[in-house]
């Protein structure tokens, strides 16, 4: 089997490239370094039979020799604060570089999963969100670039799907988070263990009533991964029910890493999603998914990655 992973030097990329070559994916990684690191790809490099890294930007067609089994699109910023930072690459990579990603697919007779997202809920009048709710977005506002890249995504994946007849895979990831984030991409996670580790007071955005429900990385993968192996090609929610506010969650980190930080609070930005939470029946049904890790287990093992970070910089 030899899948391509698009965006593979990221942060839940990278662990899903671990996690293929664990289970014997030959694994071809195309990624243009836009929000990734090599770093995260550095504990393969010297696999040079099982393991490929191509720097190119998908957005621009992708030209490959090699048979190719399946296709994790998984490419794109990410954190509200890159796809602020790069608007229009955001765009063109969720159009441009699906339909880059799909033409190849069709070329290849490849099975493709596009990495989705919760944010097609825009900022959910309904909670917990199932994959049947609409969502309510505001195309022109400053998340829309990301927002509407991502259901375009969705829009022309199914078109594919129905016209083409090519395999195709959709999953709506929630916020995920673990080892390997950057610390300064600006998503709460990396900024208030590090602002905990740092002493630094914790920026909490508007009073912190708003929700999320974090995923931890190793659950999101497999979730992922069984997605893709599954024959359902309908959207899936993957994420973990686990709903917390921003506040309390500044709480959690402050309590798990002993931080001396004071809260302190700051505007909210636009569009801000008041509530998410994912509604997971269908994975655990279709799947036979639900996330283990708890909150607490999995922000250890954060916070132990970002105290290594932080002491080797
Ligand atoms: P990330 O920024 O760490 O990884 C994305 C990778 O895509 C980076 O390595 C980046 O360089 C690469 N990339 C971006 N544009 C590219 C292009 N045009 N050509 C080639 N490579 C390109 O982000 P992440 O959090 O690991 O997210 C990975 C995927 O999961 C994204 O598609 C994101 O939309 C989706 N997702 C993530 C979350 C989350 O909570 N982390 C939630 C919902 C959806
Ligand atoms: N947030 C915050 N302080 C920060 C960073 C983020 O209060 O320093 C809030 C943000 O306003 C949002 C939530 O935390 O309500 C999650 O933000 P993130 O950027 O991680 O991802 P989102 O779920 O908004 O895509």
Redesign the pocket.
Known sequence: MRTLV?????????HMCDLLLSKGHEVVC????????MD?MAHHMADKDNFTFIN????KPLFLDEDIDYIFH??????PV?YLEFPI?TL??GAL?TYNMLGLAKEKGARILL?????VYGDPLVNPQPEEYWGNVNTIGPRGV?DEA?RYAEAITMAYHRYHNIDTRIV??????GP???GN?G?VVPNFVNQALKGEDITVYGDGSQTRSFCYVSDEVEGIYRLMMSDYCDPVNIGNPNEISVLEFAETVIELTGSSSNIIYCDLPQDDPKVRRPDITKAKKLLGWEPKVDLQDGLEKTVEYFRAVNRSD
């Open positions: 698009t965006g593979g030097a990221g942060f839940m990329p990278s195309v990624d243009n370094l836009v929000t990734g690191n995260n190119h930007d998908i957005s998984m490419a794109s910023p990410a954190s890159d690459q063109k990579v570089g990495a989705s997202t919760s944010e990301y991502k709506r990831i929630f916020n995920t988070y390997r984030m950057r991409d998503r």
